[in-house]
């Protein structure tokens, strides 16, 4: 985990490509030894991000320093950063410790130091046998980690990540991310890592940054992400999630709770600096609301229930509200018998729910159309 | 019992392979053997041959005018390959990374020339750069010189119509070879802390090796025999294995010698061809 120094920072870093701003301006702090991720769909900038810190892209505004350096201008052979590429870009023409000594090499290191440390790195990655092979003679597994090796070999400073895993099958990538968490803990090395998938990013990171549109829309750990998303794109693009508009209608008497009020009903939900009469959007992870014959006090929300699929440890449940949108809901299987058809009453324990500002550009559902299918 | 066992295959495939078979036996196979026999054979009182066993041709290949020659010949293929390579690694390189609607247009400016014989385009240097060229007589009306400078008819002018002629089979192969390239290879090379020149030497150059060797070989081979460049732009003062075999035939009538260099010639190119292969198959393992 991180030791609170600062290792890497953007300062108001934008980037253009052919007249269109990919990265919009753009302030965050690395800190030594944090696992710290770029969540976001493709295109929303964090692969540019990281290009960014490499060197391998300049910025069009803004400093990249590392450890308190200017380095905007420095080439990436300058720098002390080494990235894992998503293709892994293996040098097809020399074995396995030739990939790995490749940089050791340029440090000018002597022949005996530069097999010592190869040998280390390839045992490290549990390839200790594999130094007279030729790249195309390697599973996709192996190539990742010669590429892990590769980079880990010139002792960085931090290391970048770009989807190293994307082009794992399922099984191994589980295996490959765990891998990953324990080899960045025991070498206390930070790393920044691009990925697209939310388990990935939650499973591994202490912090994620969830991008959109070449901007940060969140910065947390993966706890405060999850159950605390402060707009309606990081509740959508992270776990499932049920969005309902509303509008704030009291405060009633325990501090910070709000009465809402829906299109079919009211609600209870804790949120602080709302103003009366505004439209808010209020999201509910499935597994937190709960659906019953009795009402409880402070919900009027009643719904049909149309499907539920058992799926093991919870059942899947789908409530239709009288204007027509469909709930999603996750209950015990050995609670209280709910059959389709029901008039079902909805609430939740206002803890759980979130309630946010709804943005005034609204381009925002859109794009999350577009993105999403949402 | 007497049966045939045709295959049964034995007619169709006769009838996809016979005619080019039959072509290449008759054009390709029968002359290059003629040319063998010939290059044994005693020297015709007026031209043509006499069946009569003699080593005379090659004892005189091995003579140390015609050694000279050889030697001179291979000296300017390798100039050559040099050259187009210098040449042909930058524009291929640019080739590749130039925008997708540019790309077509430079690709026809390589290929363009081919549709016009090599003859007349070197012809066409000719005029442009002999003594009452257009070269020469610009440079004097405008008095920058006072005397013609002789560019055709030299070595130098041998070598430059060789290039102009060659560059295009050397961008080619190189073009292919660089745009297959894979550029996240150079970006990791920089990010391991390899400067430019030293990603080029050790990532870029061993990359791009098999279209370098290809091209060198499509150039290296037509320059030992391109008689015509010789002719048209060394005139009759530089002398060439291409031409040298050409005025053995046509001139000085001594057709077994003149087979004897062409025999020479087809060993160096199947030596060529040898590596070529062996090269090949080391691009498979890369």
């Known amino acids: 985990m991180s030791n609170g120094k600062v290792i890497a920072q953007l300062e108001n870093i934008t980037k253009d490509f052919d007249g269109v701003q990919i990265l919009k301006p753009t302030n965050l702090s690395i800190y030594e030894g944090e696992f710290l991720t770029f969540l976001g769909p493709s295109g929303c900038g964090k692969t540019t991000t990281l290009r960014i810190i490499a060197g391998l892209e300049t910025p069009t505004e803004?400093?990249?320093?590392?450890?308190?350096?200017?380095?905007?201008n420095l080439p990436p052979y300058k720098r002390n950063v080494n990235t894992v590429f998503q293709n892994y870009a293996l040098f097809p023409n020399m074995n396995v410790f030739d990939n790995v000594a490749f940089g050791l090499v340029e440090k000018r290191l002597g022949k005996a130091e530069i097999r010592e440390k190869v040998?280390?790195?390839?045992?490290?990655?549990?390839?200790?046998?594999?130094?007279?092979?030729?790249?195309?003679?390697?599973?996709?597994?192996q190539k990742q980690r010669v590429a892990i090796a590769r980079a880990l070999a010139n002792d960085p400073k931090l290391l970048l990540l770009d989807e190293p895993l994307g082009a794992l099958d399922l099984k191994l990538r589980k295996q490959m991310q765990l891998e990953l968490k324990t080899l960045q803990k025991n070498l206390g090395i930070t790393f920044v890592y691009v990925t697209h998938d939310q388990e990935e990013a939650l499973t591994m990171s202490d912090r994620i940054i969830v991008m959109n549109n070449g901007r940060f829309e969140q910065i947390g750990t993966p706890r405060e992400i999850y159950e605390h998303p402060q707009n309606k794109f990081v509740a959508n693009f992270i776990g499932e999630s049920n969005i309902f508009e509303a509008s704030v209608v009291s405060e009633t008497g325990a501090k910070g709770t709000l009465t809402l009020m829906m299109e079919n009903g009211h609600v209870l939900a804790e949120g602080e600096g709302f103003k009366y009469d505004e439209i808010v959007y209020l999201c509910l992870r499935p597994e937190n609301i709960e659906i019953s014959t009795v009402s409880r006090e402070g919900f009027t929300l009643k719904g049909f229930v149309r499907d539920h699929v058992y799926v093991g440890n919870i059942v899947k449940t789908v409530v239709e509200l009288p204007n027509g949108k469909t709930v999603q809901v996750n209950r015990n299987p050995h609670g209280e018998l709910i059959t389709p058809g029901m008039l079902v009453n909805l609430f939740w324990d206002p803890k759980d729910a979130v309630v946010m500002h709804t943005r005034e550009d609204y381009v925002y559902d859109a794009i999350?159309?577009?993105?999403?299918?949402? | 019992m007497k049966k045939r066992s045709?295959?049964?295959n034995f007619l169709r495939i006769l009838v996809m392979v016979g005619p080019s078979a039959l072509w290449l036996l008759l054009f390709l196979a029968v002359p290059l053997v003629y040319v063998v026999v010939m290059s044994f054979c005693t020297r015709g009182l007026y031209g043509g041959i006499q069946y009569q066993l003699s080593f005379a041709s090659y004892r005189s290949i091995f003579s140390s005018l015609y050694l000279k020659v050889t030697w001179k010949s291979l000296l300017m293929a390798f100039e050559t390959c040099v050259i187009c390579l210098l040449i042909s690694y930058p524009f291929s390189w640019f080739l590749s990374r130039v925008p997708k609607r540019h790309h077509g247009i430079l690709m026809l400016l390589v290929i363009l020339p081919f549709w016009v014989s090599a003859l007349l385009r070197l012809n066409g240097w000719s005029n442009i750069l002999r003594d009452s060229g257009i070269v020469n007589t610009l440079l004097i009306k405008t008095g920058i010189?006072?005397?013609p400078i002789t560019m055709m008819y030299t070595d130098g002018a041998v070598l430059f119509g060789m290039v102009y002629c060659m560059v295009p089979f050397?961008?080619?192969?190189l073009h292919t070879s660089i745009s297959k390239l894979d550029h996240s290879l150079i970006e990791a090379a920089m990010d391991l802390g390899a400067n430019r020149f030293r990603t080029f030497i050790r990532v870029i150059l061993p990359a791009t090796l098999p279209g370098i060797f290809a091209g060198t070989i499509q150039v290296f081979i037509?320059?030992?025999?391109a008689f015509f460049v010789a002719d048209v732009m060394g005139g009759g003062n530089s002398v060439y294995l291409g031409n040298l075999i050409q005025n053995q035939f046509l001139v000085a009538r001594n057709w077994p010698l003149g087979a004897a260099f062409s025999v020479l010639l087809i060993v160096f190119t199947l030596v060529m061809l040898r590596l070529y292969t062996r090269i090949g198959s080391l691009d498979d393992l890369a």
């Open chain 2, 222 to 225: 037509p320059s030992l025999g």
């Open chain 1, 368 to 374: 999350e159309f577009a993105v999403l299918g949402k």
């Open chain 2, 170 to 173: 050397m961008i080619l192969p």
């Open chain 2, 6 to 8: 045709l295959n049964p």
């Open chain 2, 145 to 147: 010189i006072k005397k």
């Open chain 1, 62 to 72: 803004g400093t990249v320093k590392l450890e308190g350096r200017d380095v905007t």
């Open chain 1, 119 to 141: 040998d280390a790195m390839l045992q490290l990655v549990q390839l200790g046998k594999m130094g007279k092979r030729k790249p195309n003679q390697l599973s996709g597994g």
